[in-house]
T-cell receptor, first 112, second 111 residues
Framework: GAVVSQHPSRVICKSGTSVKIECRSLDFQATTMFWYRQFPKQSLMLMATSNEGSKATYEQGVEKDKFLINHASLTLSTLTVTSAHPEDSSFYICSARETIPFFGPGTRLTVL | QKEVEQNSGPLSVPEGAIASLNCTYS??????FFWYRQYSGKSPELIMFIYSNGDKEDGRFTAQLNKASQYVSLLIRDSQPSESATYLCAAVKAAGNKLTFGGGTRVLVKP
């Protein structure tokens, strides 16, 4: 099946710093990628839809100025958590679809 | 009402038995349905998808879709302890659109 990678797999940062997470489609081009967040014992919550060459579409309640998304190429989307706080600690997962949606391995963010 | 609903479980199944997972959806515009398995601390992995009414079999897995009843199910035959995980049902309205997930059903396969 199609492969989606994420980097880094785990990051620990201090409160107030910014963290960038990369999502890559390895063997296909993805004009659209999706960013999810998952808190412990909860289901995935869609944060935003990343569109190549245009602005991302954010779900209700997600701050676009805090979670910056850049989809600069057909194989790369980045999510930057700006001025991270402990409540942003979560599991961030991206998804891309060729014909069906596949998920990246996820990034565990811990904000101290 | 949530768009996609699943029983949270846990669903306890003896090793070698059939695990039966159910999912209902509220939006009749939903066209395709996906089942993912998620182990604790890991991202979801695709098990199978279905978009036509009826049954679809893939190895030990069978997905069933009933659009009139807005119901999707997944059967896992010969369940193994290594398959203890949370199973997520997801729906999408059209190709390229976002997935809407249910809350997931936790399955425990006991040796």
């Amino acid at each position: 099946g199609a492969v989606v990678s994420q980097h880094p797999s785990r990051v620990i940062c201090k409160s107030g710093t910014s963290v960038k997470i990369e999502c890559r489609s390895l063997d296909f081009q993805a004009t659209t990628m999706f960013w999810y967040r998952q808190f412990p014992k909860q289901s995935l919550m869609l944060m935003a839809t990343s569109n190549e060459g245009s602005k991302a579409t954010y779900e209700q309640g997600v701050e676009k100025d805090k979670f910056l998304i850049n989809h600069a190429s057909l194989t790369l989307s980045t999510l930057t958590v700006t001025s991270a706080h402990p409540e942003d600690s979560s599991f961030y997962i991206c998804s891309a679809r060729e014909t069906i949606p596949f998920f990246g391995p996820g990034t565990r963010l811990t904000v101290l | 009402q949530k768009e996609v609903e699943q029983n949270s479980g846990p669903l306890s199944v003896p090793e070698g038995a059939i695990a039966s997972l159910n999912c209902t959806y509220s939006d009749r515009g939903s066209q395709s349905f996906f089942w993912y398995r998620q182990y604790s601390g890991k991202s979801p992995e695709l098990i199978m998808f279905i978009y036509s009414n009826g049954d679809k079999e893939d190895g030990r897995f069978t997905a069933q879709l009933n659009k009139a009843s807005q119901y999707v199910s997944l059967l896992i035959r010969d369940s193994q302890p290594s398959e203890s995980a949370t199973y997520l049902c997801a729906a999408v309205k059209a190709a390229g659109n976002k997935l809407t997930f249910g809350g997931g059903t936790r399955v425990l396969v006991k040796p």
